[in-house]
């Protein structure tokens, strides 16, 4: 397998580092579900895409080539450009997970303990705990009034703005005692130390109370919320030759983006492309914002109505003949950790996007396994319009494995794939990404909405 910097010609390196400009902003932008919704809703609009919605409301006919977007309780969507073909013959599917690992705040959060105010969290998908202490992390996310009013919340992240985080214990005192180990319940964020002095007792407390009090936030609001503790600062370059990238939440927004960019140039196909942004895959798929929800499948059968093209059987049959990549980051090989890891077989930064015909573990456990009519297909077209493509495993047999909704979708009978970029630093605070890959992410999936 090649290393692609050698392969590329100067003009393309330059439409790779805009693209990944593009990228890393996009990465600063957005760290929670809500916030890449309303990214690429705002893209998708300027680019004619229609809300369903909307459409419904009209019964607006919709016809080939027209662009139509659905948004599903504002955390996860699906866009579609609606193709010359009759719909009963496919469906060319794109999905990706917009949710990544975090700290979610409890319902009731906040307390006091020895004149110091704290916040309580409950972790969100995998992580190694220790990783969240001493770091600036920032609150991003949304508070839901009784009135339905809602406050919108972006904190830590302008330098005019202050960071909170989770302190660490000093390693002078950690000798004496076994290795401390950080526990879910130690998960808590320090937000202040000043007390109010005209409080009766819990004066910490009391004065942070007030300062949201003052943004028109009440303690009990925080039942009505959903705020995300993630790491604050902007997604950077990485390494002295900058061919990387650092940010928070690549997994697994770097196939996001790349696929939703991918979407966009999509014009007038034959066969019907299908972008889906979904919710909740950190935690299993399960919710009214997962891949396992049926907003997939009912806004596809709203769109197949508009067509003129449904009925239950004609959307059994769309979805039965559709193809997928199911596209999710796996591990690239780190030579650091090389002990679980194959170098012979497992993704390399620098290869391009990542093929992995079957994830899962213990013997394939739970994997979607891919057909080998679809690779060969795949591979055609994938050679045809020069993408730098790797056939890869996950580290070594038995020493781990993960789940992608690749199964789910495989469940209509279509062909998937897990596909995605290879990252270092899989669900840590700050992942990372090779530049060249992520662009080759998109290459790849621009010729696969060409399939
Ligand atoms: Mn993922
Ligand atoms: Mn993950």
Request: glycine share 8%.
């Amino acid at each position: 397998m090649e290393n692609i910097w050698n392969k590329y010609s100067q003009s393309k390196l330059k439409k790779m580092e805009s693209f990944c400009d593009e990228y890393k902003d996009f990465l600063s932008q957005c760290k929670t579900e809500r916030e890449c919704i309303n990214f690429f809703s705002n893209v998708a609009e300027k680019n004619g895409y229609i809300n369903l919605e909307k459409a419904l409301k009209e019964n607006k006919k919709l016809k080939a080539g027209d662009k139509v977007y659905a948004v599903n309780m504002g955390k996860a969507m699906l866009l579609m450009v609606i193709g010359s073909e009759p719909m009963i013959k496919g469906l060319n599917i794109i999905g990706s997970h917009i949710d990544s690992p975090r700290l979610d705040l409890k319902a009731t959060p906040i307390y006091e303990n020895n004149e110091l105010c704290l916040l309580d969290t409950h972790y969100y998908g995998g992580i190694k705990k220790y990783q969240w202490t001493a770091l600036p992390l920032a609150i991003h996310g949304t508070v839901v009034k009784k009135d339905g009013t809602k406050i919108n919340i972006v904190y830590g992240e302008d330098e005019n703005d202050a960071v909170v985080g989770i302190t660490d214990l000093l390693p002078h005192l950690e000798k004496s005692k076994e290795k401390l180990e950080i526990k879910g319940e130690d998960l808590n964020i320090l937000v202040g130390s000043i007390p109010d002095k005209t409080a009766e007792k819990d004066k910490v407390k009391a004065n942070i109370i007030k300062i949201l009090q003052n943004k028109n936030i009440d303690e009990g609001d925080l039942f009505s919320a959903e705020l995300e503790i993630v790491p604050s600062g902007k997604a950077r370059d990485f390494g002295l030759d900058k061919s990387m990238i650092m940010g928070y939440g690549q997994d697994d927004r770097v196939c996001a983006f790349t696929s939703f960019m991918a979407l966009m140039e999509v014009d007038k196909p034959k066969t019907t492309a299908l972008c889906l942004l979904v919710d909740k895959e950190e935690i299993g798929s399960v919710g009214a914002t997962a891949m396992n929800s049926k907003f997939y499948e009912n806004s596809i059968a709203e769109i197949m109505n508009l067509c003129g093209q449904y009925d239950e059987l004609s959307m059994r049959r769309a979805l039965n003949k559709s193809k997928m990549l199911s596209s999710d980051v796996t591990a690239a090989f780190d030579p650091n950790y090389p002990t679980p890891m194959n170098e012979k077989t497992d993704a390399h930064l620098a290869r391009g996007i990542s093929f992995n015909k079957y994830t899962g573990s213990r013997g394939k456990s739970e994997a979607n396994d891919a057909n080998p009519e679809f690779i060969a297909k795949l591979r055609n077209v994938l050679d045809e319009n020069k993408v730098f493509y790797q056939a890869t495993e996950m580290g070594k047999v038995d020493a781990g494995g993960g789940g992608t909704i690749a199964y789910i979708m495989a469940g209509y009978g279509m062909e998937v794939i897990d596909s995605g970029v290879p990252l270092l630093n899989m669900h840590a605070p700050w992942e990372i990404s090779c530049k060249v890959d992520v662009y080759e992410s998109y290459l790849c999936y621009r010729a696969f909405y060409k399939l």
